[in-house]
């Protein structure tokens, strides 16, 4: 059984973090290619669904939602394929200021509590930005100084390796915004402007860089353009199918070992093999779990990395082909 995992978004005020919270929402509540999302609690279900359809059906400055200035807002939600039930996660919307206020404010030590506890981490970066080529003036804007001091505190703390790396998406919200740009000129600039410590070789790190949407047309009428997300749901397809992709690894591990002990059991003499006939048992009944266990995963595993296809992942700084 895999425990709730922690996503954490981290982005500047204005990047589009609570509209992108609420568009992902909206659009894997419905389901894509049979994934669905649901909050565990149905008030928030409401009041999410509330906030959509005024995005929707608003016109003029009234139907974005305003920055988060001073809240933390917890969110409990339920990922599922064919509403049968997958993982759960736990997802913060933070105020943007919480990234470049000091330490003692309450709500950035609860963002480095929730951040340093986190299974997936998501860097949003806002489209605006990157209509022309990055300069170090956007660098400034972007805040990439302060990203990267927390990845480099959550590096000190969990250490990733190249066979434990850990997951971060880099999500381009308002994609809409520079999406006259090629994509493959972005992606390198982020790569090696943005964060190059990121794609280092044997670095640590699962990086998908993800251009969401909330419409094509808002580029060009942000009060009345139409509303029609595209790509929101791949970051939590990339925090599920990371983690089982960890859970899976580690289970494989303990497949191994049991296998070895197994064995040393079974190559024995008759005498010896009553003696630890009980331990035989136990060590075959763990290897079945463990074999029901792993299959459930891959399958699952499947049917994610059939998603992240769309979008270019790096694994210790090399462009991989999500797999199983």
């Known amino acids: 059984m895999i425990d709730d995992i922690k996503i954490t978004m981290l982005g500047t005020t204005g990047a589009g973090k609570t ?14 290619n049979g994934f669905t999302l649901s909050a565990k609690d149905m008030d928030v279900d409401l009041d999410l669904n509330d ?31 064919g509403f049968q039930h997958i993982m759960s996660y736990k997802w913060v919307d933070y105020r943007g200021r919480a990234m470049s206020d000091r330490s003692t404010e309450g709500d950035v030590q609860r963002l480095m509590e929730h951040f ?47 066979n434990r790396p850990f997951p971060v998406a880099i999500v381009i919200t308002k994609y809409d915004l520079c999406s006259e740009r090629k994509t493959q000129e972005i992606i390198e600039e982020i790569k090696q402007n943005l964060y190059p410590a990121l794609f280092t070789p044997n670095s640590g790190w699962l990086v998908m860089i993800c251009p969401v949407s909330l419409g094509k047309d808002l580029s060009s009428d942000l009060d009345s353009g139409n509303i029609s997300p595209e790509n929101v749901h791949l970051p939590v ?18 497949q191994i070992s049991s296998q070895g002990s197994l064995k040393s059991l079974e190559n024995t003499n008759f005498f010896m093999k009553w003696l630890h006939s009980s331990e035989i048992k136990d060590q075959k009944d763990k290897l079945y779990k463990l074999g029901t266990e792993i299959q459930k995963i891959e399958k699952d595993m499947i049917l994610l990395a059939q998603e992240l296809q769309k979008v270019p992942v790096f694994l210790n700084g090399k462009e991989v082909t999500i797999d199983v």
């Open 237 to 254: 397809v990339f925090a599920i199918y990371s983690k089982l992709r960890e859970h899976g690894l580690m289970l494989k591990g303990e």
């Open 19 to 32: 509209c992108y919270l609420l568009g992902m929402y909206s659009v894997m509540q419905t389901g894509v």
């Open 116 to 162: 340093e506890n986190s299974s997936c981490l998501f860097l949003c970066i806002s489209g605006e930005y990157l209509k022309d080529q990055i300069t170090p003036d956007t660098i400034r804007k972007l805040q990439s100084h302060r990203m990267t001091g927390f990845l480099q505190k959550i590096s000190n703390q969990i250490k990733p390796t190249p």
């Open 51 to 81: 906030l959509w359809e005024k995005l929707v059906d608003t016109q003029g400055e009234d139907r974005w939602p305003p920055p988060n200035a001073a809240e933390v807002k917890d969110y409990d939600f339920d990922f599922s394929y």
